[in-house]
């Protein structure tokens, strides 16, 4: 009797573990079920080399047997199911809030999680003299590498974006936690091509002293931090990194300026906003987040106002292509942002729509509030950015 009840134990196991993704190899893995006895981004057995057959969750786009993440093949912006896994990408979509169609397309929850392929961190330092004001300051800046980065291949060469945190915050904000990890999958999981990312400080000091990037009564002369970017920055960084710059004098930066984006958030997103202003000539893309065009005045800009702020860059270098793909989130962000882009939309100055090849303007809603959503942001840019001909 007791034999037959360890048979069928010992069935019932069998069975269960069958059920729950064994290998029908007959080693005694189980798939999710072992601690390091499977590879959860290849769906491989560590034990025996067989592959799961995939049990694929459309919600997740993750298998419920092996855990792995399906690496979707259809456009990761298009609301369409992907082939493999079934999964759709949620992509909001409003028609009326600006007088024109606004698209978000959310990250997949699995990207909060690490990435088997992280990119790197570098800690690269600079001076700058670039104010005037008899101080050479000693600076540095946070440089993200994307993963298979080879510093012993100069052929391979990559775009730069240059990110600018907000008030308050510091060049780490999105190079730590969730943030990393969106952009390390970003990279690993979608068609969007690796990038550099330079995050900036337009602080003069650790201790969050204020710098040249705003009007006040210490600094008169209002916007200035440009002239560190192009100056010391961009010379510091391109000259170090494999990328498309070969000349690194004013001339050679312009030459080079379809392989360069600025960015920035909040009160780094003002900044990129007069980044555009003063600094067109230097970068083709440009994505300011979470912030209305402020201007470097005592008195804040009207509508129209920043509208002319914008306006006269484009026209002062007409042969200069350029695209804006401006981002803000709900009613808990800043809703001001909404309304100036509705009258920017209303001018019928700049061509509106995601084609670089035809448009060079266009506006992310999501319903996100004012906290840390760049890396979610560029998951929607940086399918803009570097396309199109000529780039």
Same mark, same amino acid.
């Given at each position: 009797?007791? @034999?037959?009840?360890?048979?069928? $134990?010992?069935?019932?196991?069998? *069975?269960?573990?069958?059920?729950?993704?064994?290998?029908?190899?007959?080693?005694?893995?189980?798939?999710?079920?072992? +601690?390091?006895? $499977?590879?959860?981004?290849?769906?491989?057995?560590?034990?025996?080399?067989?592959?799961?057959?995939?049990?694929?969750?459309?919600?997740?786009?993750?298998?419920?047997?092996?855990?792995?993440?399906?690496?979707?093949?259809?456009?990761?912006?298009?609301?369409? !199911?992907?082939?493999?896994?079934?999964?759709?990408?949620?992509?909001?979509?409003?028609?009326?809030?600006?007088?024109?169609?606004?698209?978000?397309?959310?990250?997949? @929850?699995?990207?909060?999680?690490?990435? !088997?392929?992280?990119?790197?961190?570098?800690?690269?330092?600079?001076?700058?003299?670039?104010?005037?004001?008899?101080?050479?300051?000693?600076?540095?800046?946070?440089?993200?590498? !994307?993963?298979?980065?080879?510093?012993?291949?100069?052929?391979?060469?990559?775009?730069?974006?240059?990110?600018?945190?907000?008030?308050?915050?510091?060049?780490?904000?999105?190079?730590?936690?969730?943030?990393?990890?969106?952009?390390?999958? &970003?990279?690993?999981?979608?068609?969007?091509?690796?990038?550099?990312?330079?995050?900036?400080?337009?602080? &003069?000091?650790?201790?969050?002293?204020?710098?040249?990037?705003?009007?006040?009564?210490?600094? +008169?002369?209002? /916007?200035? /931090?440009?002239?560190?970017?192009?100056?010391?920055?961009?010379?510091?960084?391109?000259?170090?990194?494999?990328?498309?710059?070969?000349?690194?004098?004013?001339?050679?930066?312009?030459?080079?300026?379809?392989?360069? *984006? $600025?960015?920035?958030?909040?009160?780094?997103?003002?900044?990129?906003?007069? &980044?555009?202003?003063?600094? /067109?000539?230097?970068?083709?893309?440009?994505? !300011?987040?979470?912030?209305?065009?402020?201007?470097?005045?005592?008195?804040?800009?009207?509508?129209?106002?920043?509208?002319?702020?914008?306006?006269?860059?484009?026209?002062?270098? +007409?042969? &200069?292509?350029?695209?804006?793909?401006?981002?803000?989130?709900?009613?808990?962000?800043?809703?001001?942002?909404?309304?100036?882009?509705?009258?920017?939309?209303?001018?019928?100055? $700049?061509?509106?729509?995601?084609?670089?090849?035809?448009?060079? /303007?266009?506006?992310?809603?999501?319903?996100?509030?004012?906290?840390?959503?760049?890396?979610?942001?560029?998951?929607?840019?940086?399918?803009?950015?570097?396309?199109?001909?000529?780039?």
């Amino acid at each position: 009797m007791k @034999r037959y009840l360890r048979g069928l $134990f010992f069935a019932a196991v069998a *069975a269960a573990l069958l059920y729950a993704g064994g290998c029908s190899r007959g080693c005694e893995h189980v798939w999710g079920k072992v +601690p390091g006895s $499977f590879d959860r981004y290849t769906g491989i057995c560590t034990v025996c080399g067989e592959a799961c057959t995939h049990d694929w969750n459309t919600k997740t786009g993750a298998c419920r047997i092996c855990k792995k993440y399906c690496e979707h093949t259809h456009g990761t912006s298009e609301d369409v !199911p992907c082939g493999i896994c079934g999964h759709t990408f949620q992509v909001k979509v409003t028609e009326d809030v600006i007088g024109a169609r606004t698209e978000f397309a959310i990250t997949p @929850r699995t990207w909060d999680f690490e990435c !088997p392929q992280p990119g790197t961190i570098e800690k690269l330092e600079y001076d700058t003299d670039a104010y005037d004001d008899g101080t050479v300051y000693h600076k540095y800046v946070l440089v993200y590498l !994307p993963y298979g980065y080879d510093e012993t291949d100069a052929s391979k060469k990559y775009n730069v974006v240059y990110f600018q945190h907000a008030n308050g915050s510091t060049r780490e904000i999105i190079l730590t936690g969730r943030s990393k990890n969106v952009l390390d999958n &970003m990279f690993y999981m979608s068609d969007i091509e690796p990038v550099i990312i330079v995050c900036t400080t337009f602080y &003069m000091d650790d201790n969050l002293t204020l710098g040249y990037d705003v009007w006040s009564e210490a600094n +008169p002369q209002g /916007f200035r /931090f440009h002239r560190e970017v192009i100056e010391d920055i961009i010379p510091a960084v391109e000259s170090k990194y494999h990328t498309y710059t070969e000349q690194f004098d004013a001339e050679g930066l312009i030459r080079s300026r379809d392989h360069r *984006a $600025f960015t920035g958030f909040s009160r780094g997103g003002a900044c990129t906003w007069n &980044m555009i202003h003063y600094a /067109f000539e230097y970068f083709r893309w440009w994505s !300011p987040m979470s912030c209305t065009v402020t201007g470097d005045a005592e008195t804040p800009f009207t509508d129209q106002q920043a509208f002319e702020h914008l306006k006269s860059a484009a026209e002062a270098h +007409p042969d &200069m292509k350029y695209f804006i793909f401006a981002a803000s989130g709900g009613d808990e962000d800043i809703p001001a942002v909404r309304g100036q882009i509705r009258y920017f939309v209303s001018q019928d100055y $700049f061509s509106y729509g995601k084609d670089p090849d035809q448009n060079n /303007f266009f506006y992310l809603l999501s319903d996100y509030n004012h906290g840390n959503f760049a890396a979610d942001y560029y998951y929607n840019s940086l399918q803009v950015f570097f396309t199109g001909n000529g780039t």
